[in-house]
């Protein structure tokens, strides 16, 4: 079976809430830097400049979008959990992979990064009560409220599946 490259672990989709369903996406929170760090673990500069996919980002670039995206995603948990429906503000990921941080910091910054803002992120989910999880935010671009839940399905999501991409490359490259 032949797998997409553009959707190694498959495409997100939503689960009921139930406590178990939360855990494991707790986990899938806590332990995606770890998760990465396997994924990247041994790859010379020479593979971190190669695209996952034809026309996809760079592995540096991946890298430093889960950093750019998962920080943006703190924030909107935080506001949509101390404010009523905040509108969210979306951001061009195309062009923000081009900045000149991701072209010349090393990408082990944006990973060191992504520990502490996983166990911060970690340790703020585990304590939201259960009626928080229906709390929303206002998504303009998707002109629709997004549930707590529902971010956090996406994100545990998003995590493994870019994670997914470097250790399909791998696969693929036979590194």
């Known amino acids: 079976m032949s797998v997409d490259s553009r959707y190694p672990i498959g495409r997100y989709q939503v689960a009921e809430y139930s406590a178990a369903e939360k855990e494991a996406r707790l986990a899938d929170i806590l332990f995606l830097p770890k998760l990465l760090e396997f994924a990247l673990l041994n790859l010379d500069e020479s593979q971190l400049q190669t695209p996952y996919r034809d026309g996809g980002w760079t592995v540096n670039q991946l890298v430093h979008h889960l950093a750019d995206s998962h920080m943006n995603a703190f924030i909107r948990f935080k506001l949509a959990l101390t404010e009523e429906n905040p509108t969210i503000k979306p951001y061009l990921q195309d062009k923000w992979v ?78």
């Open 98 to 175: 081009e900045t000149d941080d991701v072209v010349n910091i090393p990408l082990n910054v944006s990973v060191t990064l992504l520990h502490s803002l996983h166990l911060r992120w970690h340790e703020f989910l585990k304590t939201m009560s259960d009626s928080d999880w229906q709390r929303t935010l206002f998504h303009p671009e998707q002109q629709k409220n997004i549930s707590l839940w529902q971010m956090l399905m996406i994100y545990a999501w998003h995590g493994k599946h870019h994670a997914a991409h470097i250790t399909h490359l791998r696969e693929e490259k036979g590194w």
